[in-house]
């Protein structure tokens, strides 16, 4: 096993002295992480005990915490608002014709974290496993927009704008 897995290439902990600001929203919180961006968010957040590590993504998390689309979204795109997508229209709705990663299988890993292409279909890995087969997928064929099938998530992902849509966004296109 890959001892970096959950923290930077320096093998180092995440650390960051800017501030993250909190703020109540009506029931909800908004979060802001100045100065931090992806791949270190996914790291913050492993490290935090929120997301697991690679090889135990099929366990349950280890603190009962449910993380709200609304905090991936401002995570990952640093705004609340959806951000300006010239790729909705090419949503083609379809069901997952599999469960498992068919790439991973064959090399004999089990990754759980399924991305599932909105464009042909195709299901793959996450980008934070080892071979990210769903990133790949993007780069072959040009797809820009999936989303996660991971138990029960169904947020949008389009590669190409970096922008992320929480899952009521399907409903437009189903």
């Known amino acids: ?3 970096l897995w959950g923290a930077p290439g320096s093998g180092t902990k995440l650390a960051w002295s800017n501030p993250v600001t909190i703020k109540p929203i009506g029931d909800r919180f908004a979060f802001r992480f100045d100065d931090i961006g992806f791949p270190d968010v996914v790291v913050l ?3 935090l005990g929120l997301v697991n590590p690679p090889d135990e993504m099929d366990r349950p ?3 009962p915490v449910s993380i709200p689309e609304f905090l991936i979204k401002t995570v990952f795109t640093g705004r609340a608002d959806d ?4 790729h909705l229209s090419e949503i083609r ?7 498992l990663c068919a790439a991973c299988f064959d090399q004999g890993d089990n990754w759980p974290a399924l991305r599932l292409c ?3 279909g195709f299901v793959g890995c996450c980008d934070t496993s080892k071979s990210k087969h769903m990133l790949n997928h993007y780069e072959e064929t040009g797809h820009p927009i999936m989303r996660s099938i991971r138990m029960d998530e169904g947020w949008v992902w389009c590669y190409e704008d970096n ?3 929480e899952t009521a966004v399907l409903d437009r296109y189903r």
Request: hydrophobic share 40%.
């Open 83 to 86: 951000k300006p997508c010239a």
């Open 1 to 3: 096993m890959n001892a």
């Open 61 to 63: 998390p280890p603190h």
């Open 45 to 47: 957040l492993r490290q």
């Open 163 to 165: 922008a992320f849509f």
């Open 118 to 120: 909105l464009i042909c």
């Open 93 to 99: 709705f379809v069901e997952p014709s599999t469960r």
